[in-house]
């Protein structure tokens, strides 16, 4: 059977600074503890379908200032497919995996950790996610290169809207959480962020359109995907689902926008920043964070401390249970969310 086999995959969205947590691994892994690698592709889909590419020091050479994920990724739910256990089960043995290291968001560690806890498969996770908005960890990588990207973005943004007198709303990413929209909306001298926290008034934001107008000011409105009216619901791309049951968003920026020209009869125009905010290359600090984690998640496996998910806290990385790093979003705390309203209207 020769050296242990760690299996490594990489679940949900892809975001800057997976393939420095996969060298990370790797790099430590090999050179320290003698281990072999093997990659699962595309999320949950690759152990489920035992879908496998070779992960050795060569394959992760220059790889750490590459955007995406070289293991490919999706947003299968293993649990949502036929026997999707004992699939898992029979193809981690047959390539004599015997632990697995999970990098994810909620969903793709929420599977680890029923893995780990329920049936009994050795995992470590590692919390990937731009929005931010995993409880148990002070930042996770990925959310430092989207909030650069978006404030480039509502930098240059402003020119433009001074150019025509107009207002131009910018949505952000954020389901349930506004760290992005909150971080590059105070970053680049939005005139009011919303965010899903806090449910928003229409009347509201037109007032503080207005009073930017009044001082001869173009105002630019952030708003996360997941915010909402006050008298409404969210506003969806579409009815359809994933297989962890998430609706497809984005639309709450152009229908304000429209709102917005209708209640003030002002001109106004929408960016829909969308997935740029989530490829390219990861800032310096991400590569810095994605690289820890990676260093870090091959010493819990070495110890065998499973069921286990790394996390910064301060400077330090720590591990906490996986379960209970999943169990509940962090979201933008109104304190904070006052804070930044100096600055609105």
């Given amino acids: 059977m020769g050296a242990k086999k760690i299996g490594v995959l990489t679940g949900g969205g892809d975001c800057p600074g997976l393939n420095a947590v996969i060298r990370g691994i790797v790099r430590k892994g090999v ?21 496998t590419v070779q992960l050795d020091i060569p394959a992760v050479r220059g790889i750490l200032p590459r955007g995406g994920t070289i293991l490919g990724s999706s947003r299968t739910n293993p649990f949502k497919a036929e026997n999707g256990v004992r699939r898992i089960k029979e193809n981690l043995a047959k390539n004599e995996v015997e632990a697995l290291i999970a990098i994810g968001g909620e969903d793709t560690l929420g599977v680890a950790a029923r893995l780990s806890d329920e049936f009994g498969i050795p995992c470590v996770g590692v919390p990937k996610t731009i929005d931010n908005d995993l409880s148990a960890t002070d930042y996770t990588f990925g959310f430092d290169t989207a909030v650069g990207i978006a404030t480039e973005a509502i930098d240059r943004l402003h020119t433009t809207a001074e150019s025509h007198m107009r207002v131009l709303v910018v949505e952000v990413m954020g389901r349930h959480a506004g760290w992005i929209a909150l971080h590059s909306g105070l970053a680049g001298g939005a005139n009011v962020i919303l965010i ?10 037109c007032a503080w359109v207005t009073s930017r ?37 984005s639309g709450v920026g152009e229908w304000l926008a ?14 829909v920043l969308g997935h740029v905010q989530r490829g390219g290359t990861p800032s310096a600090f991400d590569r810095w964070l994605a690289t820890r984690f990676g260093l870090h998640a091959i010493d819990a496996v070495h110890e065998g401390d499973f069921g286990k998910m790394v996390a910064l806290r301060g400077t330090d990385v720590v591990r906490v249970p996986i379960g209970e790093a999943t169990a509940r979003l962090k979201t933008v705390d109104p304190e904070l969310y006052r804070e930044v309203g100096v600055f609105f209207g």
Avoid: C, N
């Fill in 31 to 51: 050179q320290e503890y003698a281990y072999r690698f093997v990659g699962f592709r595309d999320g949950w889909r690759g152990p489920l379908e035992g879908d």
């Fill in 196 to 205: 899903p926290e806090q449910r928003f008034d229409v009347e509201q934001v």
């Fill in 258 to 271: 429209k709102e917005i020209e209708q209640r003030t009869g002002k001109e106004a125009r929408t960016t």
């Fill in 213 to 249: 107008f009044r001082a001869s000011y173009a105002p630019i409105v952030v708003v996360a995907e997941g915010a909402m009216p006050k008298d409404g619901e969210m506003v969806l791309k579409d009815g359809s689902l994933d297989s962890f049951g998430h609706v497809r968003l």
